[in-house]
């Protein structure tokens, strides 16, 4: 049985209140089938899709393209949109890649700048929408990503770093702008790059059990389709790793996920999820990204399968006792999206039919003839669990004729119920706040 956490009650409590829905979240008509394809020309607030595997085209090799954006400066009058009754704020800028941002129990910002090597802090609004405080916590590291809290709750011990090499913790107290300590190394070694477009999933993100006993660790492939028989650099990766949080290797929670880019707690179920990376060079619309629970032990098809038993046809014919194995996931997006970080609204801001949804950073994709992604997308959730759609949220970062400005990666859900995204296209932080105006 599944434990009831308190947001789970809260969420429960709201859905029985009798609340007048706001006509920006009026729900419009699901596009679904071929249809749900898209391109950045489609992608709007309030546009909501569902793709299912009965969608799904035959691979198309020859189909695929190197289309990846030349970023341009931020044109005149060019701003991230929001349904109507949200106001999009430039909170924060002058970093130098402003990738994963989490929110701190005291309501901090803490942000990894991970080219740069350092993790940011940022505190406040000031009258003109900035931050307050933009301060440096932490340098030095090798290129930083995951943050975490630990213990859980509203007075953590230590905050968490997962380097693309290693864990890493600092002492914390509440309302620490720079480290207290110098870092202490949790898990030695992660397996680290590779020869990939952008650096070869270098990303590693860390998330903890609501119990507290146990620390995923996410690592994307080396590779696009190569297995660990011919690629012994695959070892441990295209993995959620467990570890204990002092460090200890526990086992592989689940294999066969590419590139699980953000992982989340869902506040209802407790279980763990992940934001995708899937696999190229199958077709402008194959293989897609997802958004999917972790199942402890379960297996998600790479490299042999895609989205339930679906073999790609580079390895046909290996592993055939594997395919009714392979796990569909809850949320089918975009092929080539490039799903980031996701994050689940756990605020009280937003309209009440956002309680409980999560939301998702799509960087955009390269390896497809019409761009798609760009935006921050809402998922749709109905106690703890997905219904499998997906809503346009906050779009605008490319240009009518397809020039790319902004590339959305990191979401948070701050103290006061509001939203913040990361843009390493723009190297901005926004601020998205519900006004109903």
């Given at each position: 049985?599944?434990?009831?956490?308190?947001?789970?009650?809260?969420?429960?409590?709201?859905?029985?209140?009798?609340?007048?829905?706001?006509?920006s979240a009026a729900q419009s008509k699901t596009i679904t089938g071929q249809a749900a394809f898209t391109d950045y020309s489609q992608e709007h607030p309030g546009v909501r899709r569902k793709l299912t595997v009965a969608d799904l085209p035959e691979p198309h090799q020859a189909e695929s393209v190197d289309n990846g954006p030349t970023l341009v400066p931020r044109p005149d009058g060019a701003w991230p949109q929001a349904p109507k009754g949200f106001k999009v704020e430039m909170y924060a800028q002058g970093f130098r890649e402003p990738r994963l941002i989490r929110t701190a129990p005291n309501g901090d910002l803490f942000l990894a700048d991970s080219?740069?090597?350092?993790?940011?802090?940022?505190?406040?609004?000031?009258?003109?929408?900035?931050?307050?405080?933009?301060?440096?916590?932490?340098?030095?590291?090798?290129?930083?990503?995951?943050?975490?809290?630990?213990?859980?709750?509203?007075?953590?011990?230590?905050?968490y770093v997962a380097n693309t090499t290693s864990v890493v913790r600092f002492p914390?107290?509440?309302?620490?702008?720079?480290?207290?300590?110098?870092?202490?190394?949790?898990?030695?070694?992660?397996?680290?790059?590779?020869?990939?477009?952008?650096?070869?999933?270098?990303?590693?993100d860390l998330a903890f059990s609501q119990d507290g006993k146990r620390m995923f660790v996410s690592v994307g492939s080396a590779s696009n389709v190569d297995d660990t028989?011919?690629?012994?650099?695959?070892?441990?990766?295209?993995?959620?790793?467990?570890?204990?949080?002092?460090?200890?290797?526990?086992?592989?929670?689940?294999?066969?996920?590419?590139?699980?880019?953000?992982?989340?707690?869902?506040?209802?179920?407790?279980?763990?999820?992940c934001s995708t990376n899937e696999r190229d060079q199958l077709g402008n619309n194959l293989v897609p990204d997802y958004i999917t629970h972790v199942q402890e032990d379960g297996f998600y098809g790479w490299p042999w399968f895609y989205m339930g038993g679906h073999q790609d046809p580079r390895h046909m014919g290996k592993h055939p006792e594997l395919k009714a194995k392979v796990i569909t996931p809850d949320v089918i997006l975009q092929p080539?999206?490039?799903?980031?970080?996701?994050?689940?609204?756990?605020?009280?801001?937003?309209?009440?039919?956002?309680?409980?949804?999560?939301?998702?950073?799509?960087?955009?994709?390269?390896?497809?003839?019409?761009r798609a992604g760009y935006e921050v997308i809402?998922?749709?959730?109905?106690?703890?669990?997905?219904?499998?759609?997906?809503?346009?949220?906050?779009?605008?970062?490319?240009?009518?004729?397809?020039?790319?400005?902004?590339?959305?990666?990191?979401?948070?859900?701050?103290?006061?119920?509001?939203?913040?995204?990361?843009?390493?296209?723009?190297?901005t932080v926004w601020h998205v706040t519900y006004t109903g105006k």
């Open positions: 049985m599944t434990r009831r956490t308190p947001f789970a009650i809260a969420l429960a409590t709201a859905m029985l209140t009798t609340l007048t829905p706001h006509p080219a740069a090597g350092q993790v940011r802090v940022l505190r406040g609004v000031k009258p003109d929408g900035k931050a307050a405080t933009v301060a440096t916590y932490a340098m030095g590291l090798d290129h930083p990503f995951g943050i975490a809290f630990y213990p859980l709750g509203p007075d953590p011990k230590w905050v914390y107290r509440n309302g620490d702008l720079k480290a207290a300590g110098d870092a202490q190394v949790v898990v030695e070694t992660l397996p680290g790059y590779a020869q990939l477009r952008g650096g070869g999933h270098w990303t590693r028989d011919n690629n012994p650099a695959e070892f441990h990766r295209a993995d959620v790793l467990q570890f204990t949080p002092e460090g200890t290797f526990v086992k592989v929670f689940a294999s066969g996920i590419r590139n699980c880019v953000g992982e989340a707690i869902n506040p209802v179920t407790g279980q763990l999820w080539h999206f490039a799903s980031l970080e996701m994050v689940f609204y756990t605020g009280s801001q937003f309209p009440h039919e956002y309680a409980g949804d999560a939301f998702a950073a799509e960087h955009g994709s390269w390896n497809r003839a019409r809402r998922v749709p959730m109905h106690d703890g669990k997905a219904t499998g759609e997906y809503e346009d949220f906050l779009t605008g970062f490319v240009t009518a004729d397809g020039q790319v400005w902004g590339r959305p990666v990191g979401v948070a859900v701050g103290n006061d119920g509001s939203l913040f995204v990361t843009d390493d296209g723009s190297r």
